[in-house]
């Protein structure tokens, strides 16, 4: 008869390499939320008061195009039991938590400037983010976009940075939902070096080594497949060295990086579908969060044309979020409105039939589905998205299921805070 304790040591000292390093470059998830989306706003435009100023405009566009539940439901084919519900989520989130992610850009929406003129505004904007923070009223993500470090903006990428980091840092604002964003990378070595780059920022500025994140934005065509064959992501995640937190995609540099149309560069197109797929993949069991990008058909001009591009923004949200993708980008005021719809919408209509299914499987009733531990993982994983965003509160989710949030989050195999 097989000595078995013997055979399990044997595969215990085989395997100790490859357990090690399953666990190090897959180590699940991070234990935090995720935002909805990110906002983009140009270095130049952004000040103090910024946020309360896309509400204001947001808030507007509303009451001009939706002012009441009937209306907003007629505008984006809302269910007709759930309009109401919905608008008032919709309504109580511009008022309590409007941006959920922000990025001040330096890079395609500020543009090339002279040197002078980008350090001032670098400063600007972060004492002006320090205010916020400082006043609380910052979202709860923000951050920079800088340019590439490709050769010609490699200077200038770091140069803002450190000058951004060390006006937060002096201020005592940098917090932990804080992040930089790197844009156009072509290469492993790029990811490399910004590691490079924030542990000397974090030493001349005296900020916990490590401390520093960023964001790798896909969208260009070498990012995706290397010269070699193989997909690059995967590997820019390991090199970013723990610091990576999110992979975002780049409707537009990378549509027209593979020589797609004008007209026909969208968040929907076959490219964009493959090269997202290609980053779930990468970032599956890592803890980086993937996010979709942008449309560039904004709400604005007259009641057909606003209504429009709302529908259209709303369907790609929810598009999105299907496919699993959980996060994009806005850009404009009036799509705050049907970001938020298309995020409660998605979780509404689910709600009781996933806390359904995981009730039944914490009980070990019937539900009508067998559902594996992964599953459930998903089901609760779904509830704690909709729960982060404000599509419902925990004492539904409780009675539905009769968990915690505490519970919820380990079935959701979440970590929680120590």
Known sequence: MTDLDALAEEL?????????????RYPGDRGVRQPV??????????????????????KAVLDQHGHSATELAEALELPPDQAVEIYERLRAKLDREPIEDLRIDFEDGYGTRP?????EAAIAAARSLAETVKSASAPPYHGLRIKSLEAPSRRRGVRT?????????DAGALTDGFVVTLAKV????????????LAAIERVHAVPSGSLKFEIQIETP????????????ARMISAGAGRVTGLHYGTYDYSASLGVAAAYQSMEHPVADHAKDVMQLAAAGTGVFVSDGSTNVLPVGDRDAVRAAWR???????????????????MHPAQLPTRFVANYLFYREGLESAAARLRAYVSGGESG?????ATAAALAGYLLRGLDCGAAEMSEVDKLIGVDAAGLAKLARRPQPL
Do not use: C, K, N
Request: glycine content about 8%; charged content about 25%.
């Open 186 to 197: 072509t290469s492993v070595d790029q990811v490399e070096a910004m590691v490079v780059v």
């Open 161 to 169: 940075l450190d000058l951004f980091v060390g006006e937060l840092s």
């Open 369 to 373: 589905y067998l559902d594996e531990p």
């Open 37 to 58: 989306h990110t906002v983009y706003v140009p270095a130049d435009r952004y000040h103090a008061g910024m946020v309360g100023e896309w509400v204001t405009d947001a």
């Open 115 to 119: 040197d002078e003129q980008e350090d």
């Open 312 to 330: 259209l923004h709303q369907r790609l949200v929810r598009r999105s979020l299907v496919r699993g993708i959980y996060q994009g980008w806005d």
């Open 222 to 233: 070498q990012s995706i497949l290397g010269p070699d064959g193989t997909a690059l992501v």
């Open 12 to 24: 215990d000292r085989r395997l100790a390499d490859a357990d090690a390093e399953l666990a190090a």
